[in-house]
């Protein structure tokens, strides 16, 4: 477990160091088998997601982005496939992913499992793992936005 949150902060800082850097879920987070491992069998989907979301929160509030930009939640019409074309995801755990994020943009404190616990249980191994990458990719791409917004392309 400590390898792959090591490998989740490592990869989102390297995203925030710059963001033109080419990163993919199982090359840089954790393999497929080691998601499936630590979300069914060790059941540790709510501890990987929430480090997921507080550490990409941290590193946008220190990141030198303006406060209203960090904490906007994302938009109704939010579609992490327009944006990513190859990211092929369902309806249902696209909107729980964009509900889990939103959820901590908003939030003056780091989620907790007991926040998104309720949102996971009723997925299957294969519904939770999506989510994971879905948070990821939205992370990216809010870090991509903002930085545009400022004029950064690093």
């Known amino acids: 477990m400590g390898q792959v949150l090591t490998n989740i902060e490592n990869t ?3 995203l925030h160091a710059d963001i033109n850097t080419e990163v993919s879920v199982d090359g840089d987070l954790a393999n497929e088998k080691e998601l499936m491992v630590m979300m069914g069998e060790l059941m540790m989907a709510s501890p990987l997601i929430t480090f997921l979301v507080n550490t990409g929160m941290q590193i946008m509030t220190t990141g030198g982005y303006p406060a209203e930009l960090v904490t ?5 019409h939010y579609d992490i496939t327009a944006l990513i074309p190859s990211l092929k995801v369902t309806q249902r755990h696209h909107e729980i ?3 889990i994020f939103n959820m901590r943009t908003v939030s003056t404190r780091d ?3 007991g926040d998104v616990d309720e949102l996971l249980d009723s997925l ?5 793992i999506e ?3 879905i948070l990821f990719w939205i992370w990216g791409t809010k870090l991509g936005a903002m930085k545009n917004v400022m004029g950064v392309d690093r």
């Not at 906007?72 to 109704?76: A, E, I, N, S, V």
């Not at 299957?124 to 939770?128: I, T, V």
């Open 12 to 14: 989102m800082r390297r």
């Open 72 to 76: 906007k939640p994302l938009p109704d």
């Open 97 to 99: 992913a964009i509900t």
């Open 111 to 113: 989620l907790t499992e």
């Open 124 to 128: 299957d191994l294969a519904g939770k």
């Open 131 to 133: 989510v994971f990458i």
